[in-house]
């Protein structure tokens, strides 16, 4: 009966949070466009594609971020967190819009990816020269766009300064992402090594591409927001986050490629096996490569990354990786991940309120449906 | 002989700022390479195309940033405006390496550019896949990464936090170059309106992209950063640096326009006529559009953009462009804009020499042979 009181009080305090992000998200875009019409009105399909694209999604990071700040003992309607949350969202728009242009995603979240959108705008217009073209390079820009207004976001906040911990754990988390993501492009190129190789290669991927960057920053540095941390200065509760967050989002990311490969379209937005014909090399095409048999092994290899494959191949890539023993040795890899978060969870140093919230995040997480 | 010995102390003080600048920015590589090779020594060529491309170039926007701060007041070996010259040159870093992809540019300062780079790697190690794709994603990646460095040594700097006048000015800056280079990416692709639009159109492009980003602003935050303004402040001097910095601006964009189209290969590190084949729009292609005979016009649309163009062809535009008159208009043009400044620089309210550093700067940025 607690819990239940308690879930509902925090459902209502997360749901305030995220309508005050939006009104500020909503804001900054105003001011912006003003700036941009001022150029010229010709510039602001930069500021609609980035609109568009960031008022979607699950807002997984800002979140994660609000209740690093709430138990560290922000207040629930500190302006510092809500600009923080629009710099933390603002950013995963623009690594959105670059990584689509560099998975030749024609999707995203439903709709056409942002150079898709610029490329059908090219056709209606009838503009001159290359389609394709034209849309990679206007969403190049747009991204940089969205990514310089994450940085000013982020630094319109005066407790995250030159000296603050807030600072250094937002600079951390974008080379980290961005060297994450340029590995994640190596190993889609780079000749087969030995499995294990291979293995420890995703595991890479996963912890700097996703896990440190979904969930272990975020939470760090709305901790770090909410102490007013020092950069250098030792924060036991800081470290404790960590130890919470990087198992969750190792866990959350697998769970995700797991989607990738066995998603249904209505869940993930994107068409079936999309992963799969990206070429994605994820923990789970590692377990498949290591314990499949030789010629489910070729037929893997020789299907990755083939952006012509069918909805049988699909349906046969999805078989041998159940039948190799990957999906289970990965579900396994789930379970410890998830024991490992849950555990750093229960002896957190924060609030009854704050540790319900983010045992809610977790199991939302780690246990989407694939 | 005042002159001479001032200009000789001026050098001496531009060269002891710059070094400070190349050693910044070496100790600040090092530290991202170590924060790189953490995740993975397989990132490391992301951190040596960004050092390869950065220690080359003239410098000109950090240079104004320092003139602009000393011209305010701020002392010549004081650390701000050397993090704030990384900062710039940084960001101008970020933008070479997405224009490279954008105009599809083989060379930048007379080496392969950075996606080249990365697809001559791509062929080298064998890898698998397209070494074009690889080499536009890693470059995406490459001006991401250094984007963000930008402004982590921007973010660096205690006086510019998030109510200063600098930041204000950073932002600004940032949001106009990426919509200016969006427009001009569209006036490559619109059809051709009256030349009157062209025209327009170009101008405005220059003033975005390239016055108030390579001149305008740097010497603007300077200033700000030698005054300490907050942000909203009024600043006589900084709205002065603005009326001189703008007209240069355009001055030397026009320059640089024309060495496009007529710059020896050894001068520019670019193949002679390499604008016209990447089919950039400038004032002085507006000129010859709205100057030229028909048969001349029809030539000049159909030949820019075409990256088939013989030397023959491009001896055949530098021809028409001069008898069109076109070059005669822009060099009034350009002469125009360098009274401009030039006067607004003699009553500029700094000493003797700041504005003889600062005539310097300009005499170089208007005269370079064509």
Redesign the interface.
Known sequence: MTTHTSLSTIEQEQRAYLEALEAEMQLFFDE?GE??AE??A??LP?LDAIKKLSTGGKRLRALLAYWGFRGAGGQADDPIIIKAGLAIELFQS?ALI?DD??D?SDTRRGAPSVHRQFESM?RQ?????SPE??G???A??T???C???S??AF????QA???SEA?HIF??M???V??????D??S????VESPQVALERAL?VIR?KAAKYTCEQPLALGGALGLGTAHGEPSPLIDHYRTFALPLGEGFQMRDDELGVFGEPEVTGKPAGDDLRE?KRTVLTAYTAMLANSADHDFLESSL?NQQLTLTDIARLQELIRVSGALDAVEQLIEEKSQQALGALATLQVSEHVRTALEAIAAKALKRSA
Chains 1, 2 share one sequence.
């Open positions: 912006q700036l941009m150029v010229s010709e510039t930069i623009a670059h242009i560099i030749a090219h217009q009838g503009f001159k020269t073209a034209y990679v390079s206007s190049i820009l991204g940089d766009m990514l310089s207004w940085e000013m630094s319109s906040i005066p300064g030159a000296h600072r600079n951390l974008r080379t980290e961005m060297a994450g993501q340029y590995l492009i190596v889609e190129v780079v000749h890479n700097y070429g990354g």
